[in-house]
């Protein structure tokens, strides 16, 4: 027998109001298999369900419910929970995402894994425009500034995601804030790294966190502003400031360390500058 739908036919999925509903009926429909992507237009809505080695993907269009077989790239992504995702706020993302990438034409919504387990909402449009990228509750990942605070902060959250402790954290001009990670395998750690338009993305590489902190420790008003301290009286601007965060063995704290013009210039936690107790 062929699923039948409640939904009226003649609605959009990308309405908000019935999203929710029709994203229920496909996964009822599916079996309740495990769920590697959603894809929504103005006239469609499919899941795509990893059934065995063989993805399906199960679509709403006119009230009607069809599966079709499919060579999905998709297979080896991380499955998922769609009802983890802000889909009844797609009205204001979708607004939101016609602002930042100056386009609303034949927007579509799709929710998928991004990196290393990492789900999140995008919106593209046709004729292709920037792609802008959601969290699970619906909130822009916005094109950032390092040189203010609470653009600082969304870059730390971000790259820490999480995290209860951290090997370093560091920042360089053009790449953005990357935080290292302990991994089970001595010498190798996890790199997530927040650049300024594009959601953060974790890539294992060499490396030495065998000295942690905790990453609440960090304020980012205090960072920008050894930032700007470090930038005042060059022709530099905060943002070119490159830094590192990392414990120091003699003070036992994490120090982040500053360098400008060759010369280095250490300050702690609070902003205070240890340099002199540090050499």
Request: hydrophobic share 40%; aromatic share 6%.
């Amino acid at each position: 027998m062929v699923p039948s739908s409640k939904v009226t036919a003649s609605i959009s999925p990308l309405d908000g109001i019935h999203t929710r509903a029709i994203i229920d009926e496909l996964v009822a429909a599916s079996g309740n298999g495990p769920i590697t992507k959603v894809d929504i237009t103005k006239k469609a809505l499919s899941i795509t369900v990893q059934t065995g080695s063989t993805p399906t993907v199960w679509t709403w269009q006119n009230g009607t419910i069809e599966s079709s077989a499919t060579q999905s790239t998709q297979t080896a992504s991380r499955p998922f929970n769609p009802d983890d995702f802000a889909v009844e706020k797609m009205p204001s993302i979708l607004r939101e995402a016609a602002k930042v990438s100056g386009s609303h034409m034949n927007q579509n919504l799709q929710i998928v894994e991004y990196n290393e387990g990492t789900v999140l909402m995008t919106v593209s449009t046709k004729p292709e425009s920037r792609t802008v990228f959601f969290r699970r509750d619906g909130s822009v990942i916005s094109h950032l500034d390092f040189a203010t605070a609470p653009d600082m902060t969304e870059a730390l959250a971000d790259a820490v995601a999480g995290a209860k402790e951290v090997g370093q954290i560091s920042y360089q001009p053009g790449k953005g804030v990357m935080v290292d990670t302990p991994t089970a395998t001595s010498g190798i750690v996890m790199r997530r790294t927040r650049s300024a338009d594009m959601p953060a993305w974790a890539v294992q590489r060499k490396g030495d966190a065998t000295e942690t902190f905790s990453p609440t420790l960090l304020k980012p008003r205090v960072i920008v502003d050894i930032m700007e301290q470090a930038a005042f009286g060059t022709s530099e601007e905060p943002s070119d400031m490159a830094w590192t965060i990392a414990v120091d063995k003699k003070l036992d704290a994490p120090i982040m360390r500053i360098t400008v013009d060759g010369v280095s210039t250490a300050f702690d936690t609070h902003g205070v500058d240890v340099t002199d107790q540090i050499k």
